[in-house]
């Protein structure tokens, strides 16, 4: 099995075509969802870089500081297994060190234009060879965005003033400018022009990040073996741009634009072509799920094999993900179902909102249900306190009459 990785670190899953977005041009990454399996319902462990990438590793969920330790590694597992594993991470912006040891082999860039070219040339180097894992590690996202112009100018555009009475008028507004270095931190959610710009902004990279991504697939159908490649494109952590008063990629909330992870896995020669899993998923069935893909042992993992939901044989593989999300002082934890989503922060008030109608949490409900709210409080404690353990996890129930 060839399998090839592509982390986008920042990436809002809300932000690409794929999952909803009308108005931000991600074409190929939307060409590669209608030819792959896009889980709509794909939530991130811990929601910092760091955090994402020990769980890539391990397959465990690591919600709160100093789990215990689990052992087991993909990376090592792999390699015992004969499997060549290359690293390309994109060095434009920091990088975990941790996460680069282990590998067969790691080609860094100083920038995103060098990190594509790099991973195009690894592609030629593993073309013809035998089982490989190529993880492609991209920070295009985090700021500051370096966004050329061609990318920032379908946002930026000017447009017409509207008259007292809502026609358009000749007068034409000003443009808004491009915001490529917003400040990571709290800002203040009525500045309607401030979120405006970051947004438009972070669109803008995106769609820059689109284009890269787009000639990179371009090289790997070029090669060879391309039809018996798997592709992966998921993201660390999402990118928060004021929704709920905070800028960065670590947030200290576990909302919706932080937590919701984009996950498109696109199998060797098309099959299961155009499905879409509404099941809940976690940044931990990745190492699970590659551990299946690739047939070697991850005994210690709490993630689950995802292949059984891209080939249609199972509808769920949990009833509930739990995420935490920090900024490295303050931390939040969720638990979310179908039909709920939990936020229980470390000091503070809890809060409760009705999934999938509010989609953007804004309507806190938790007075309204109170008792569900302590069950789902006492569920998410459990879940935190059996993650800590080792082996595999054995998930609390949910309350009765959760829905």
């Known amino acids: 099995m060839k399998v090839l990785v592509l982390a986008l670190r920042g990436l809002q899953a809300n932000y690409v075509g794929c999952y909803g977005n009308a108005w931000v041009a991600t074409p190929a990454l939307d060409a590669l969802a209608a030819g792959g399996i896009v889980f709509d319902r794909h939530f991130a462990d811990r929601a910092d870089a760091a955090g994402a990438r020990r769980t890539w590793r391990d397959g465990r969920h690591h919600l709160q500081d100093s789990p215990t330790d689990a052992g087991g590694d993909l990376i090592a597992q792999l390699r015992r297994r004969g499997v060549r594993t290359w690293l390309v991470p994109d060095e434009s912006r920091p990088v975990d060190s941790d996460f680069a040891v282990g590998w067969d082999d790691v080609t860094g860039a100083a920038s995103f234009g060098g990190s594509l070219e790099a991973a195009a040339r690894v592609l030629g180097a593993l073309a013809g060879q035998g089982d490989w894992l190529l993880w492609v590690d991209l920070a295009a996202l985090i700021p500051p965005w370096d966004t050329p112009e061609e990318f920032l100018a379908p946002y930026f555009q000017e447009e017409p003033a509207d008259d007292e009475e809502g026609e358009e008028s000749a007068e034409v507004l000003e443009p808004l400018a491009p915001l490529n270095d917003p400040v990571a931190g709290p800002v203040d959610p009525e500045d309607g022009e401030l979120f405006l710009r ?12 689109d284009d890269g991504l787009g000639r990179l697939l371009e090289r790997l159908h070029a090669v060879d073996a391309a039809d018996e490649v798997m592709v992966v494109v998921t993201s660390d952590c999402g990118f928060a741009l004021g929704e709920h008063g905070y800028v960065g990629p670590s947030a200290p909330h576990a909302h919706e634009e932080t937590v919701h992870l984009p996950l498109i896995l696109c199998l060797p020669g098309g099959d299961e072509a155009g499905r879409r899993v509404p099941g809940l998923t976690q940044a931990a069935d990745l190492a699970a799920t ?29 009833p509930y993900v739990c995420s935490a999300a920090t900024d490295g002082k303050a931390v939040e934890w969720s638990l979310r179902t179908h039909e709920w989503a939990f936020m229980l922060p470390a000091s503070g008030t809890p809060r409760l909102y009705v999934k999938p109608d509010d989609r953007w949490e804004v309507n806190d409900v938790v007075q309204r249900h109170v008792e569900l709210a302590d069950r789902l409080a006492k569920t998410l404690r459990e879940f935190l306190e059996a993650a800590r353990r080792p082996g595999p996890l054995a998930p609390p129930p949910l309350p009765a009459n959760d829905g």
Do not use: H, N
């Not at 970051?198 to 990040?209: D, E, G, H, K, W």
């Not at 042992?297 to 080939?311: F, K, N, V, W």
């Open 290 to 318: 590659l551990a299946d893909v690739f047939e070697v042992e991850l005994p210690e993992a709490q993630g689950r094999t995802l292949l059984p939901l891209a080939y249609g044989e199972a509808e769920e593989v949990r």
């Open 198 to 209: 970051i947004q438009c902004s972070y669109a803008a990279a995106v769609t820059r990040l």
